[in-house]
């Protein structure tokens, strides 16, 4: 009997054992994952930091997206872009609080990186500098960027905490102005103009020179912005490429015009906005936004004349003719050519009464209600869901010859030679042949050539997201944002001479050209304050 | 032989008892003064039950008594004439040892109290005996004691024989856990034969705690238990759902009844913490997931117990602030012939789809009058509207098309039984549950389970060797949609002729309106996600009596889980029209296969040591344990793009790219965390009457930095039967039992992500690219190594009463938590650029009661079963970082602000419509929208601040989504064989949210028609509508009454439901025996056949919140319908 016990204690021991034995330890790290102890081991660690600042930098939805806030496109369906652009956008609005935290979770990378690259062993000296000066860069671009769209922003150079976080105030625009410059200027010294190989691609001293000249721009400062134009200018290193269309091709990436892009790979890195914006017989989802008849009939006839011009030749029932060649690039009109995978090009009929599924039908929203499409970056290269891999160019060298001549205008320095170099220039690329489009006028009041200039800005800008910050600086959005858009003369002759009358849109000047500081952090941070008429 | 069997008390009986409850609730006794209350009667040899029948024919006297103690009694007789009804029972009640008290017309009889504990002094004999139970089975362990000589006793023993010597006359009293006691009088040494009945809900009702077992009457804390009766026979596909309205503040919601997705909530006392309120749930001592509730086979089950306060939660201590779900599977039983039962339900699941589109050409006029109204364009001519029209009869609601009826199996077989050493229960189940959703090429989409379970229980001598091991196996065929989707672009087209799904040459179509892909498309031919789960447990436990009272125990289980999905996302191309040669579009282009790969796994190891001994009036139990939980979870997925179109294998596309293959390895899918844990219950109890415990738990969690990994849990409970005292002697034999009962304790929530005390970098694939080239990017999220325990406050008080000799029981507990230091992910300021680990840093009230409320009679033949409960809790934020934050989705708000419901829905305050021009002028106007914009008809909201303008200022409390003061009723009743039950369950308060097609008509220019519901919109002619009037998508008009959180989109979600309502009948034994079945039961189901709820055109139980209140829309408008069942079922026992 006793012995038979001792069989059961003997059972119970072990299954104590096994107890002790089968247990975790308390004290777990993760597998698939490094922490700040282990993190900082090798350059190619620290370049991963530095890669996903690059991802920070600028993204395709606000590339598109940036485009949509202006008068260049109407939003089909609900977007805070819409509400935006109508005017009726709030604080609690989700695009203004996005905006706040990308940027200022790209900045965090970018602190991140500049003050831990120095733990990482042995790492290559000049190396390390460049990498720094990238950095500097992506952080100033997006200082820049924040104090563009919010005006007085929070300003800091090195992390902060987060008790930090829940008190810091807004510095000055004038003050985030300043720090960008000056860090735009630095990195220019420590980037290498061009880069070769697997590093193509990289920000440049070109890129921060033209980034610079960017934010005078938005300042209308305009000594400066011929000044820094003209070092760009007088580098030697960009050039016009021949072709306009051709810009916009993936065969023709990293060419003589692009001076800072948003860099993509097929299947690999891709974007895929245009499955929402390319016409049904393509393969679209939906419709989010097309071009506006106001953008359309900004091209000029190729006589060079404007379409309200008397004598221009426009022939309002067969309106896409002898236009500039750059509409056809920009906008798919009615009759317009698509290009698929594969090579075919289909002929797009959206005129009502063609008969195939592209036509206007009035209050879908799943074709364009404009009777446009957007056409500039369609890459017939896509895969799968139009899952793109073209590049989309943040700076070309067109913008900097297109700043330059607006500055030399506006400080009254416009002259034959000025023309050439930069108007004629880009007209001449686009395809203009007709000398009446060409030469430069002398009879032409520098408000003659302030109108021409920025209509050759919209034509040959459009669609790139630049738009919106153009009319914010001329103070003109109040006009071009209030009212009625319209699309193509598809609608109801009664209305608007038949021009498709779109949703009104509102713009109050006295609140609408800064974004609202977002409510959410504003009610984190009571140090914040808020822009006026939010 | 004398078998001195004691008689089952007679039907008419409790037929009178039930009646005379029957009156006392509903007539009252106001108005039955006696009228007559002389009493002439002349009785020979009769029992007192006719003597009383006879007064209260003669009288409006009423008789109160228990059934028991007018069993064996002798006959009298009695002759009286015109006498007073004292008169009449002091001839009569005297020599019968019992009193009687009058109380208006009522008349308690009662036992004489003096008499009873009169102990025999009769001549000393020893009698044996053999106790069995109403199935002929023995019972071992009946304590059989002298009546009022308590040390004279003894147990029965294996056989069910006892042996005890007593004087002749005295009473024998044969009392066991779970049975009702049964007296007898020993007459002579002649052996006693004594059968109990089982007693189901009686004070003396077996409760599973944590680590152990106790009786219903000693329990002080807040536990409530469910019987395998009101499990079985319902046609669920698991057990959740039969859990619904079962038990007070035992809150379920059913997200959706899709098969393939039956995703529950399931909280116990409501929300008391930010993080995760999932309650612990334990199976057979083993702690597992949640989930693991829906992998049982609803038949195994003997008892499911919720520990809902810190007294009887705290013994689990760090995971047991939510409540605890103890899930005790069915054993065999020692000595026992082999019990063979089949169950079988089979039946239909139909869709009930509450929305209705308005016919095509209705919608085009209505689509015409809302852009009429803000100044657009019309889009249909009176011409296409004459067309659709004429049409009309063509068209066919996409929704309908692709929704059907489902079939729905249950099957399950179990074998028990046992010998002198050991026990069985072996059991087998199917279950297979139909998708209403229409399938092609991926087969029927749907889920199946198979369970398979052996329950053995080994004893030799002072040893028991327990082998639990349950095997479950759930397949899941589900399409590769998104059920959203797929109900929402069934819905949103309107029926228009020319709108089709599918050509007759079976081609799918897509339009102007639907231009993607269809929801006919992806459900035929778009692929299918197949889910597979292989769940183990299982447990192997050995207990050792080492000397009285004393018992070692360990345990050692295993809880796995293998789970396994293989998805194939198929191209489907969709063509413009029925002849049209090229696809328009291809759905799902880049065709792919993917397959993932989880283990998961608890091994939980345990040792106990339990004391439990009574001395004379004291008793006293003890635990002490330690415990050690170790859970490791691994997986590893991978994809592959561009696959064969038939099998799904690679091709040279899939190869050749790079990008179209990808995945995780399992270093990347790795989590392993622990806990360690000693824990103790001391127990002590006087006379049965005053309860004390203290319990407490120590834990550590590898969640935690070192040094904030250890917490401690204690609790502190005390109950007092006040019905036990002498002073309530009267009382208790009158009217019933009656305890109070409280517990205070501090119980733990470490329900967390692993990791978050520490800087996490992670790496991920295709951030960037240089030259063509793409590169990886590591971004990383900040760690708060300061993290620890969260821990509530549980102060719980309530009584246990009974009356009518147990026939009606109430329970009721009001409870308070204060829950600290909730882990939560703080909302940063998004200047800090980074995610933050979760921090300590909420803090929440939650209050609340529950009453539960069981009745039970016989009148005649009919057996009933009645009991209700109804509960509520209400919670507050008391802290939160930065007081308060505002989540939004889509036009959805809800708000966490110091003060408020956790999560309640925030915004705006509507005052119903503009009537004027003029009111637009004067009225304050959101920010952006002009005057000049808006029309009489839209909505005017309230101006909080009255600062002129509606804004961000003016947002407040809506209502919240979690339901409040829910209830459950159950009734049962059986007559002659037939039976039937039913379960009402339902909320009392609940808003809701609803955003999308189903409230604003032609939303976002998404949804192209309207439905019935929304037909009731402001005209000038109609002002006293429901919805604003009618403003074309986009338009400001459209953007001032639907674009905003308000009002607008609340809806009051109250509802009640008839869950399930069941009939059956058993076919006599007589008949059955025949063919050797001891029980053949056939039934009738149905579930969810009535609902009555103020929110007409959604089901008002569906959410988009989940068990924390997070959510991520306000979408329930697309959720799976209202599954409506309807079937048979047959129950046999061999």
Redesign the interface.
Known sequence: MKQ??RK??I??IS??L??LT???????????????AT?WYSTD?A???L??A??QMMGDSYFFANEALSDNLFV???SDE??IS???????T?RF?NE??DC??????C??FLENVDRVPAMDGTLKARMKAEARFIRASLFFRLTTWFGDV?LFST??T?PE??T?ARSSHADVLKFVRSELDSAALSLPAS?T??????VTSGAAISLKARTYLYENDWANVATTCQQVMSSNIYSLFPDYAGLFAIAN??NSEVILDV???P???TWSEYFDFAP??A????NQQSPTQELVDNYLMMNGDSIRATGSGYVESNPYVNRDPRLAATVLTDSGTWAMPGGTNLIIRIKPGTGT?DEY???????SLTGYYMKKYSDPTY???FNS?LNLILIRYADVLLMYAEAQNELGKMDQATWDETIKAIRARAGFTDTNALEFNVAWTQSDLRTIIRNERRSELALEGTRIFDIRRWKTAQSVLNGYPHGAKY??ST?DNGY??L??R?F?PNRDYLFAV????K???SNLGQNPG? | MNLLKIKKPKLRQRRFVFLTFVLLLFVGSANLAAQNRKITLSMEKVSLRQIFNAIEKQTDYKFLYRDVILDNKKDVSIKVEGREITYVLDQVLPAKDLQYKIQGTNINIILNTIHKNTVSTGTPITVKGTIDDETGQALIGVSVIQKGLPGNGKVTDANGIFSITVPVGSVLSASYIGYLTEDIVVKDSKSLKIRLSEDTKTLDEVVVIGYGTAQRKSIVGAVDQIGANKIDDRPVSNLTEALQGASANLVIQQKSMNPNDNEVNINIRGISTMNNNDPLVVIDGLVTNLGSLNELNPSDIESISILKDAGSAAIYGSRSSNGVILVTTKKGTINAKPVIKVNAMVGYQNPDVLVKPVAGFENAIL?DEA?FNTG????YSPAQINDLKINGAKSEWFLNQILQNALQQNYSASMSGGSQNSSYMVSAGYVNQQSNFISGNSGTYGMDRYNFRTNLVNQY???KLTTIMSYTRSESNAPNADVGNLIVDGERIPNYYYYQQKAPNGHFLIN?????FTPMGSLEAGGYNKYDTDYLNGS?T?E?KLFKGLT?K???GIDLYDNHRTSRSEEVPYY?TADATTP???QN??GSTSDWNQKYYT?N???LLDYDRTFDKHHVSGLLG???E???SYSNDIWM?YVDPKLGTPTSQTTA????VGGDTT????S???I?SLFGRLSYSYNEKYYGEVSFRYD???KFA?GN?WGLFPSISAGWRISEEPFMESYKSNIGDFKFRGSYGILGNQNIN??QF???????????????????????Q??NPLITWEQSANLNVGFDASFFSNKLTASFDYFNKVTSGILIYP????????A?GEQNEGKMQNQGWELTIAYHAKTGDFNHNVSFNIADSKNKVLAYT?Q???N?SDEM?SIIAVGQPYGSYFGYKTAGYFKSYADIENSAL?????AS?LAPGDVKYVDVNHDGVI??KDRVILGNAFPRFTYGVTYQVDWKGFDLSMLIQGVGERSEFLRGELVEPYQ???SYTMFQNQLNFWTPTNTNATWPRLA?????SD?NNY?YSSQVHMFNAAYVRLKNIAIGYTIPKSITNKIGIQKLHISMNAQNLLTLSPLTFVDPESTEFGNNMSSGGANSARSYPTLIYAGFGLNLEF
């Not at chain 1, 089968?22 to 700040?36: A, W």
């Not at chain 1, 393969?283 to 939906?286: F, I, P, Q, S």
């Open positions: 038979k016990f059961y204690y059972g119970v299954i104590i096994v107890i089968s247990c975790n330890n308390l004290d777990q790290i993760p597998t698939g994952e490094f922490t700040d993190y660690k370049s991963y930091v890669n996903m690059y991802n089909t369906r609900t819409k509400l109508s005017g009726i956008a709030n604080a609690t989700g609080a706040w935290s200022y979770g790209g900045i965090r990378t602190n991140t929070p992390n902060i987060v976080s829940k810091i880069y190989g697997a590093d193509i691609g990289r990436e990293h860099e993509y790979v299947t690999l890195r049904p017989s393969g679209r989802r939906v599924i039908i009035s209050g879908s929203g799943n074709n895969t799968g869901s891999g609608g109801p209305v498709i009358r949703d009104k509102t109050n977002p409510q959410a952090q009610d984190l941070d939010y | 689509k852009a657009n364009t019309l889009p001598e002072r040893f102007d309106v639907l231009s993607q192997l050995g050792l070692a360990a345990m050692m413009a328009s579009i291809l282009p880049n091994i190891t345990q040792f330690m415990s050690n170790a859970y490791n793009n790219i790079a990008g179209n270093p990347m899918g790795t392993v965390s622990d360690e550590g969690s590898s070192k990994q692993d990791y520490l800087t996490t970098y992670s790496t991920y694939n295709n951030t960037y690219a240089f030259n063509g080239t793409s590169v990886s990017g590591t971004g990383y900040l760690g909302t940063e300021p998004s200047v800090l650029g980074t933050v930065g308060q934050q505002i939004s708000s959101p920010v952006g929208i002009n914009q804004d961000s976002g220019n998404y074309a998508a986009g338009s400001t953007t674009g």
